[in-house]
């Protein structure tokens, strides 16, 4: 069964919790001396009738002890009665770890983004105590169009190809992700790629499947998803869906196409011709340039 998206981004920090320390970076946040990073129990077991479970938890550890701790919750929409479970995840993990702790935010959108980054007090009187969440909004997203870099977090790459859909360099984004496939065994590439398609934009979905049915091929990979994505693209190389494929990614981008070229396009029956303006749909600005 296909993970949801909720579940996608949990394993991305429970398999990978390296990933964070990027992330808290690119929120400003200065991280102590560490030497690894290390995922820990989700569990706030508090003296109570109720059991708290945080999405992740990741701890910084220098010479065997922690320096930092974690709390990591994936929050796609808005729930009320997370303003009163947040702070109890917090003070459990610093009792328990004794250690300071952070609570990371990790949100699709900005509207989200917004509601879960408010103070949390609690108490009463003067002075009130305040929780304030680190919160990872879209646009908080480091954009990763560096090979290097998203082979080192392939996971960062796709948070970066979501957060970022409609950025001038979208397509060296996904480059780089392609590149960052590269070190993933067929399961997780599979499952990243179902991820992004849910996550982006309908009208981006088409360019982002002709990039990897096409964009594919610029890359000597070696996994087992990567050959059966490339070999499914060239199976569907029909004329007509090749055709179908152009003028959707022009479409999708905003590009108005011409009588003259759509005819061209679609009279067309040179396979390799097809999937050359396939690739070159992802990038010109007008439908003319497509035949230049």
Not at 121 to 140: C, D, I, K, N, Q
Not at 166 to 174: E, Y
Not at 218 to 243: I, L, P
Not at 264 to 289: F, G, M, V
Request: aromatic share 8%; hydrophobic share 40%.
């Amino acid at each position: 069964m296909p993970s949801t998206p909720h579940e996608v981004v949990i394993d991305m920090f429970t398999e990978r919790p390296g990933l964070v320390a990027p992330l808290l970076s690119a929120l400003g946040c200065e991280l102590p001396v560490y030497d690894t990073v290390k995922t820990r129990s989700e569990r706030a077991a508090v003296v109570a009738p109720t059991e708290y479970y945080a999405d992740a938890v990741v701890a910084f550890e220098r010479g065997g002890a922690t320096v930092l701790a974690v709390v990591v919750e994936i929050q796609l929409r808005r729930d009320p009665d997370k303003l009163w479970s947040w702070p109890v995840y917090t003070a459990s993990l610093r009792a328990r770890m004794k250690c300071p702790v952070l609570l990371l935010i990790v949100c699709p959108d900005n509207g989200t983004a917004k509601w879960a980054g408010q103070p949390l007090t609690f108490g009463y009187g003067s002075p009130s105590t305040t929780l304030r969440p680190l919160v990872l909004a879209p646009s908080s997203v480091p954009v990763v169009t560096d090979p290097d870099t998203a082979t080192e977090f392939p996971e960062l790459a796709v948070l970066s190809a979501v957060a970022h859909p409609q950025h001038p360099d979208h397509t060296q984004i996904w480059r780089a992700l392609a590149a960052g496939f590269r070190t993933l065994g067929e399961d997780p590439a599979l499952r990243y790629h179902d991820f992004i398609l849910t996550m982006l934009p309908r009208a981006v979905r088409p360019a982002w499947e002709a990039f990897m049915s096409t964009g594919l091929r610029d890359y000597d990979f070696t996994s087992d998803f990567a050959r059966k994505y490339v070999a499914e693209g060239r199976a569907e190389g029909r004329a007509q869906g090749e055709a179908e494929s152009i003028l959707t990614v022009l479409d999708a981008r905003g590009i108005d196409v011409p009588d003259r070229v759509q005819e061209t396009i679609t009279s067309c029956d040179d396979l390799d011709q097809l999937r050359k303006w396939l690739r070159r749909a992802l990038e010109i600005n007008r439908a003319d340039e497509l035949l230049d």
